[in-house]
Structure formats: structure tokens, C-alpha cells
T-cell receptor
């Protein structure tokens, strides 16, 4: 069974703290993505990666960075958390050769910044 | 700009049929996706349409009209477990996904 695992389901951090969100997939997928999901808005792409050590900015990269040192792991970093980064963060992966580009999602990390 | 519109919330009765609409305006088109997301869970893939017409998969069907920028997801023989949010997403000319805000479907007994 395919699996995308996010390290923390719930986090509470203080403004200015550095936050790491980890994502691991066991499907040998080339593509990995970080989205945030907020009420009333569609998923918004923060960063994505098509290969190890590669990263591309999505629609809302400001305030975030990413790391992909290994194929199976894609980390999202908030260098200095702010209250407007309170959100649900979803990691996803996909197979580069897939006809449909179907995404496999993790269960999400709900971050609250106080 | 790019835009995906779908109703915010719909209510239907167990055993009935419901149609969830999605209209889109995007820079190019490389396919339309429907995902299901139960509260507190990961979105899961339901369907992919790239050609006009109806794709049927069990109780769920998805329709696409590229000329009208329109799709719908049809759910038949509704079950309580179908209560979830349904997300419509379009892949644009750059192969990036543009997401709608989702439709929350409430099933009543």
C-alpha cells in the first residue's frame, strides 16, 4: 500500500521559531510537493521538487524553504514562523511517468503559530 | 487569472444521486482531477478526465466538456461514508495544478 507520511499531525509553535515539517514517501516517486490548505481556498503550492536536490518555487514560497537530500524525503522549513503561517500543510508525491499525474497525499500537519 | 469554481456546500439524502459541478478558466488544459477528502484526512484521487465525455467508475462518474470549461462529479446511491469534501483541480499548460476550494457534501439519512 502506497504511503506518504508526515512527521507531525499537530504542532504549536511561537512566532519567530524555526519549524521543520518532514515528509517521507515509500513509492520511489520522483515528484514531491508541499501545499497549504486554508478554509475557503483551494490548495496552494508552496514548493515542489522533481528530483533529489532540485526544488522549484510554487505560488506562495515566501517565508518557506525546502530541502530534498534524499529521493524519499522532502522537508518544509519555516525559518521564522509567523501567525499568518497557521495552516494545514499537505505533502504529496507523484510518479513522473504516470499518465494521469495522480498525487498521493500525506494526512497533513496542522500548524498553529501563536 | 486562473480560476476554479465549485459550490461551497451541498446536502443530499442517503441513497440519492448528487452532482457536484466545477467550472474553470485556466491557461491551457492538460486534464481535470477530482479528489475526495474526508475531514481530517488526506485527499484521495477519484478521477481524471482529459477528453470530453463521461468516465464511470462504480458509483462515481466524472464528466468533462472542454469547450464549456465544465466538469461534474456524479455520485449515485449515496452512502453516509460519502460525506466529505470534493476537490476539483485542473492541470494548466505548465502542468501545474490549479485547485478549487472544494465542495463539502453532507449526506443526511
Amino acid at each position: 500500500d502506497v504511503k506518504v507520511t508526515q512527521s507531525s499531525r499537530y504542532l504549536v509553535k511561537r512566532t519567530g521559531e524555526k519549524v521543520f515539517l518532514e515528509c517521507v514517501q515509500d513509492m520511489d516517486h520522483e515528484n514531491m510537493f508541499w501545499y497549504r490548505q486554508d478554509p475557503g481556498l483551494g490548495l496552494r503550492l508552496i514548493y515542489f521538487s522533481y528530483d533529489v536536490k532540485m526544488k522549484e518555487k510554487g505560488d506562495i514560497p515566501e517565508g518557506y524553504s525546502v530541502s530534498r537530500e534524499k529521493k524519499e524525503r522532502f522537508s518544509l522549513i519555516l525559518e521564522s514562523a509567523s501567525t499568518n503561517q497557521t495552516s494545514m500543510y499537505l505533502c504529496a508525491s507523484s510518479f513522473a511517468g504516470a499518465d494521469t499525474g495522480e498525487l498521493f497525499f500525506g494526512e497533513g500537519s496542522r500548524l498553529t503559530v501563536l | 487569472g486562473q480560476n476554479i469554481d465549485q459550490p461551497t456546500e451541498m446536502t443530499a439524502t442517503e441513497g440519492a444521486i448528487v452532482q457536484i459541478n466545477c467550472t474553470y478558466q485556466t491557461s491551457g488544459f492538460n486534464g481535470l482531477f477530482w479528489y475526495q477528502q474526508h475531514a481530517g484526512e488526506a485527499p484521495t484521487f477519484l478521477s481524471y478526465n482529459v477528453l470530453d465525455g463521461l468516465e464511470e467508475k462504480g458509483r462515481f462518474s466524472s464528466f468533462l466538456s472542454r469547450s464549456k470549461g465544465y466538469s461534474y462529479l456524479l455520485l449515485k446511491e449515496l452512502q453516509m461514508k460519502d460525506s466529505a469534501s470534493y476537490l476539483c483541480a485542473v492541470m494548466d499548460s505548465n502542468y501545474q495544478l490549479i485547485w478549487g476550494a472544494g465542495t463539502k457534501l453532507i449526506i443526511k439519512p
